[in-house]
């Protein structure tokens, strides 16, 4: 069994427990996922599966490059692609599918993606800083203010909070709860919040830690 699988954020909805309790929920289209290539230990050096996620239209699939085109022998080309860790990669074919039943209500999960892009931000949105007073007069409303030092150590020192590229990057948010599997129409209803847009895709994994 791979212990994970590839997904597609549809977006934010809320569902209600039998006591009339309101929870946020992110519902994930975790469609069929083929098994790509297979890792391992003797040749790799590490056991793993590699999966494929939303398969290619034919006018993009003629387009791959050739070394791809040898991934796809056994199943059509997918425009994801990711590596699960596996149990017993000896039970595994190429070819193979896992589905969203890998996973169950009451599941704690992780699940990563690539976060919304901000552009670049100041100090206030990318960090929180309370900024300045806003009344007429100052001239310290939004910037971070000093940032240096005298004559020792004489330079910025580094990560050091400052305006910047936000957002953009992959994160992962631990130990999510399942409340809701959906077999039929290959939806995941994750309780809270996960990484990225509409429309992007995220992995869901087992949970590696406990709640």
């Known amino acids: 069994m791979v212990k994970g699988l590839l ?23 975790v469609k069929p996922g083929f098994v790509v290539q297979i890792k391992n230990e003797a040749k790799d050096g590490y056991a793993a599966v590699q999966l ?7 006018n993009r699939a003629k387009k791959i490059s050739k070394p791809l085109r040898g991934q796809f022998k056994e199943v059509p080309a997918q425009k994801f692609l990711k590596e699960f860790a596996a149990e017993d990669i000896s039970k595994i074919t190429l070819g193979q599918e896992f589905n969203v039943s890998l996973f169950q209500a009451g599941e704690l999960v992780d699940v990563a993606g690539i976060s919304k892009g901000r552009g670049f ?8 800083f309370a ?7 100052h001239r310290f409303h939004r910037t971070g203010g000093s940032i240096g030092q005298r004559k020792f150590p004489g330079r910025v020192f580094k990560n050091k909070r400052m305006p910047g590229h936000m957002g953009n990057v992959r994160k992962t948010i631990q130990n999510i709860l399942i ?9 995941l209803y994750i309780v809270g ?3 990225g847009g509409n429309g992007s895709y995220v992995e869901v ?4 830690k406990s709640a």
């Open 52 to 58: 494929g996620f939303d398969a290619l239209p034919a």
């Open 205 to 208: 994994k087992k949970a590696t």
């Open 193 to 195: 919040s996960v990484p």
């Open 121 to 128: 931000q100041g100090v206030m949105k990318r960090h929180n």
């Open 7 to 29: 997904g597609k954020k549809i977006g934010m909805s809320q569902m209600f427990e039998e006591n009339g309790t309101r929870k946020p929920v992110t519902v994930l289209q």
């Open 131 to 137: 900024g300045g007073p806003a009344s007429h007069g």
């Open 179 to 187: 409340n809701r599997v959906d077999a039929e129409n290959h939806l």
